[in-house]
């Protein structure tokens, strides 16, 4: 005479058979979501490295640095540690497309590139990225401020002071920053010229015109 399982038996054997398949599938799942994130991962690599090479030529061409993932475009950047590096990439293309050496300054378009790029490099000082490229970040913030110096004519011992402050930071962050301390020499270079251009003509000469004299009538250098 067969003997029968007992209940408790038959519901561990029921719960083993269906735990088992369950935990395949859960094991399927998982090895294809690596798969597919690895796949993320090395788009996000190739397209910094493609993008790096269309912001030489063509600055304004759409998602520069950025690749559809098959699972999060996202995430792949942040298996790379690469996001601090393409927000910064981001910004310098803003900063490009505002032409920071063209003398217009009544071109809404410019000055809304202009100020998105000064945003986006005030973020990346204030945020958590590396020395270096909070240091490059803040020297830029420099080279905005060495270029609005030439066209603004009201606060300019505000905004001189705003500049010299940056670059000053830049070097703090990284004490190779070469292109920052030659902007700073060139911040008080200004600031002398400044000094005479009140002196002569009033505070609110403008730059380059008539009575406007010494090193803040000259364009600015960015030295980047």
Known sequence: ???????GTSKREVARRVALPMSALVCLALAI??????????RSDEAVAAGD??????????????ADGLVSAAAGRRLLGIEDDVAFREALR???????????VSDPALAIRRNAAQARLEAI?????????????????????LSRFVYETEERDALLAATVSSLRLAIQLD???DEAKYNLELAYQRGRGLEL???AAGANSAPGGSGSKGAGAGQPGSGY
């Open 1 to 7: 005479m067969r003997q029968l399982d007992t209940p």
């Open 33 to 42: 979501t690596l798969t597919l994130l690895a796949i993320d991962v090395s």
């Open 53 to 66: 090479v269309s912001f030489r030529g063509a600055p304004a061409a759409p998602a520069l640095w950025h």
């Open 94 to 104: 803003k900063l490009r497309l505002g032409r920071l050496d063209s003398p217009s």
């Open 125 to 145: 000082v204030t945020g958590d990225a590396d020395a270096a490229t909070r240091s490059r970040a803040a020297g830029l913030l420099g080279v905005i401020g």
């Open 175 to 177: 004490p190779g920053n």
């Open 197 to 199: 251009t009140e002196g």
